[in-house]
């Protein structure tokens, strides 16, 4: 049996690539190429190049690859501040192609599909850490887009046979341990790899974004999740949907929170470099803190998450002393 993997040449997807295909599995990738790389997909991987919009392309996909027994949908465009500036191009790709792919799995009978959301669904959160029953009202199009997509999901799944998981990641980061695959935005706006930038002599400073939040030392709190552990949630949130699991929406975090400077410091303390940094403006769209309680992912997925953030920067800087360049090296 077959996994498709859409968004398979991205920085989650192709991590989680390699690892179905380390577990055993058959794959097939699907991806435009708009934020992806070609050169991250694993060779064993079938690789298609398209966009999941385009109905006829995606259903000749879904032609082709005759086993598929579920979908793991990592397409989106995922940058808040972008989305803050360009609103409808969020909701044209990421609800539009969501509508296309319940469309084509529906027309193709495939019954499960374990897809990315987010902590950005939150918006403001009303407690910390953020449960499943914490009210979600996205302060940016990014999150609302997620929103939308999580309700699509829910309808599709009450209306036909099919079943969903919806991961809510809080920030990602890291990369695979041996440093072969990591982060490689082109544009790169995420603090981590930012960051990283500066210590490998490619930026002169990282810009703090604000430090006027209501946190312990005014900067933003995030809580974040290594690779290795946010790719064991998918897998066994497939396992959990084709053992007859019901469609369920499940928080990914550590249950601790980071403030920019004290990412910053760790670091520091993890490369060994003094990386100067200056506070700026605040960013749009940001809120002053998101850490999740993942007690539910823990409950019935099983899962348990082992990284922390000096082990999350450490594998991200081996990709980055590896790959300086990403792809293009
Ligand atoms: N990175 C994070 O911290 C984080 C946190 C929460 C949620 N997420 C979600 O996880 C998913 C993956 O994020 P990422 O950081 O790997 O992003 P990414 O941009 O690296 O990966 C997305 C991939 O999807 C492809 N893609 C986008 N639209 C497409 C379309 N219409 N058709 C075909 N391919 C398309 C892109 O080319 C890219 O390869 C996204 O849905 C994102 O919203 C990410
Ligand atoms: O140069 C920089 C870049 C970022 N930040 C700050 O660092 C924090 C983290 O920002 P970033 O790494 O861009 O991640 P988020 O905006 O928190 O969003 C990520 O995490 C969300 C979940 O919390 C996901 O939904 C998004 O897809 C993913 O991009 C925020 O306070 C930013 O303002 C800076 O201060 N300077």
């Known amino acids: 049996m077959t996994v498709l993997i859409l968004g398979g040449a991205g920085y989650v997807g ?38 999941i919009r385009d109905k006829t392309f995606l259903s000749d996909v879904f032609t082709k690859e005759k086993n598929i027994e579920g979908v793991m949908h990592f397409c989106a465009y995922s940058l808040v501040g972008e989305s803050m500036e360009k609103p409808l191009m969020y909701f044209e790709n990421n609800v539009g192609g969501a509508i296309t792919l319940l469309e084509v799995m529906n027309d193709f009978n495939v019954k499960h599909i374990v897809f990315s959301s987010t902590a950005a669904t939150f918006g403001i959160p009303k407690e910390t850490p953020i449960t499943e029953q914490t009210p979600q009202n996205p302060i940016n199009p990014y999150g609302e887009s997620k929103l939308i997509m999580e309700k699509m999901m829910k309808w599709q799944a009450s209306a036909t046979d099919m079943t969903y998981v919806a991961l809510r990641y809080f920030n990602v980061a890291g990369a695979k341990h041996d440093g072969s695959i990591g982060e490689a935005h082109k544009n790169e706006t995420h603090l981590i790899p930012i960051i990283l930038q500066v210590a490998l002599g490619q930026r002169e400073k990282i810009m703090i974004y604000g430090d006027d939040y209501q946190t312990e030392d005014g900067t933003c709190v995030r809580d974040y999740i290594g690779m290795a552990d946010l790719i064991d949630a998918h897998i066994k949130a497939l396992d959990y949907l084709k053992t007859g699991g019901q469609s369920d929406a499940f928080n990914l975090g550590t249950k601790t929170g980071y403030s920019n400077l004290q990412v910053l410091e760790t670091a520091r303390k993890v490369t060994g470099h003094a990386i100067p940094s200056e506070i700026g403006p605040r960013r749009a769209g940001d809120p002053d803190a998101l850490v999740a309680d993942s007690s539910k992912a823990q409950a019935i997925l099983k899962w348990t998450p082992s990284e922390k953030l000096a082990d999350i920067i450490q594998n991200a800087w081996s990709w980055h002393q590896k790959h300086p360049h990403g792809y293009e090296d």
């Open 14 to 51: 192709s991590h989680a690539t390699d690892e179905f295909l380390a577990r055993g599995y058959d794959v097939a990738v699907v991806d435009n190429l708009s934020t992806g790389h070609r050169a991250a997909v694993d060779e064993k991987a079938r690789f298609y190049e398209g966009d």
